[in-house]
T-cell receptor, first 114, second 113 residues
Framework: DAMVIQNPRYQVTQFGKPVTLSCSQTLNHNVMYWYQQKSSQAPKLLFHYYDKDFNNEADTPDNFQSRRPNTSFCFLDIRSPGLGDAAMYLC?????????????FGPGTRLTVT | AQSVAQPEDQVNVAEGNPLTVKCTYSVSGNPYLFWYVQYPNRGLQFLLKYITGDNLVKGSYGFEAEFNKSQTSFHLKKPSALVSDSALYFCAVRDVDFNKFYFGSGTKLNVKP
């Protein structure tokens, strides 16, 4: 089945130690998104890619970076995680052909910072 | 700017009773509205969407939503709630120009046996 896959599902890292979260999709969607979600709050958009075009949200900390080496894969790099970065990180995809298309979400990666 | 609001943090309903989860929207242009459900430690799952056409939209798991243009609302409904419907529900609007989705704050639905 076509889907969005996130690895790992649970990630523990130390304060200040770089960490990378990965997302892959078999849907061949043009747009990929990274969200941060804390404590059952609304997902907060960090950035998204429209094909190779990177779009950063104005309030996304510089500590967060992203890479999209090809259509299928997208990575979230946290250069120096702080305690406040502990959250669920959600990857999603969407088509861009018209407004009718919903987002498809991966299962998320729960990041713990010790 | 596009936005949606979910006025209720939590909705409690007894199993077998009808449920409504409220959402209001504010958009410039045509509204493209979505409902998602999230179970604990999972990603969001798409339930249904309104793009155009009939004001009553039917979706997954017996859910439906009513689009009301005059009240700028898009409330999620189900005729008979199940305990397994207990989850976090998010309303969202799509900004087509910027390929972004704006989410409401979420409503926790509790269905009690």
């Amino acid at each position: 089945d076509a889907m969005v896959i996130q690895n790992p599902r649970y990630q523990v890292t130390q304060f200040g130690k770089p960490v990378t979260l990965s997302c892959s999709q078999t849907l061949n969607h043009n747009v990929m998104y990274w969200y941060q979600q804390k404590s059952s709050q609304a997902p907060k958009l960090l950035f998204h890619y429209y094909d190779k075009d990177f779009n950063n949200e104005a309030d996304t900390p510089d500590n967060f970076q992203s890479r999209r080496p090809n259509t299928s894969f997208c990575f979230l790099d946290i250069r120096s995680p702080g305690l406040g970065d502990a959250a669920m990180y959600l990857c999603a995809t969407s088509r861009i052909a018209g407004p009718a298309h919903e987002q498809y979400f991966g299962p998320g990666t729960r990041l713990t910072v010790t | 700017a596009q936005s949606v609001a979910q006025p209720e943090d939590q909705v409690n309903v007894a199993e077998g009773n009808p449920l409504t989860v409220k959402c209001t929207y504010s958009v410039s242009g045509n509204p493209y509205l979505f409902w998602y459900v999230q179970y604990p430690n999972r990603g969001l799952q798409f339930l249904l969407k309104y793009i155009t056409g009939d004001n009553l939209v039917k979706g997954s798991y017996g859910f439906e939503a009513e689009f009301n243009k005059s009240q700028t609302s898009f409330h999620l409904k189900k005729p008979s709630a199940l305990v397994s419907d207990s989850a976090l529900y998010f309303c969202a609007v799509r900004d087509v120009d910027f390929n972004k989705f704006y989410f409401g704050s979420g409503t926790k639905l509790n269905v009690k046996p």
